[in-house]
């Protein structure tokens, strides 16, 4: 072999080595433990107002009610949960902190069909007594046990 062969050949080995060490080093950085992301849990207040409102864009969200306010909660429902008869329901609330008023349907706008059309279930609630608990809602169908196509659950805090 000529030392120019000799050469080229330690060239390319080289490139070869440094490509691998790269890859290794670019795979080790991807593959480190990455600090996580902090979960800012928002709270939602409104301190002298009558009503308090939040929706699905405030789900998992921290509710703080004062004594003599009433929560709503306006749950968004489409046209097809709507044409597939799924309605939103509370589960898991632990009586003695909110006492639920009534809900009722609101449609949205439709063009010329009414079954094309979704709407907003809004859901009256008022504090019975000072404490915690966890409010939850489900999206299914009436008497259903399978699992809802939707959930949203808020943490409410009654001063």
């Known amino acids: 072999m000529t030392n120019e062969q000799m050469t080229n050949t330690l060239r390319l080995w080289c490139r070869g080595l440094a490509s691998a060490v790269a890859l290794a080093l670019l795979a080790a950085c991807a593959s480190a433990d990455k600090p996580k992301p902090v979960v800012v849990q928002s709270v939602v207040q409104a301190p002298g107002k009558a009503t308090v409102t939040v929706s699905e864009l405030n789900d998992g969200a921290s509710v703080v009610l004062e004594a003599a306010q009433e929560l709503r909660v306006d749950l968004p429902s489409s046209a097809w949960a709507v044409a597939n008869n799924l309605e939103w329901s509370v589960v898991d609330l632990n009586p003695g902190v909110l006492n ?3 809900s009722r349907f609101e449609r949205g706008l439709r ?6 059309a979704g709407g907003t279930t809004v859901w009256r609630l008022k504090p019975q007594a000072a404490g915690r608990v966890n409010l939850k809602f489900a999206l ?20």
């Open 100 to 102: 639920v008023l009534g």
């Open 111 to 116: 063009d010329n069909n009414p079954a094309e």
């Open 140 to 159: 299914r169908r009436p008497h259903s046990l399978n699992p809802a196509t939707q959930t949203v659950g808020f943490d409410v805090t009654v001063g």
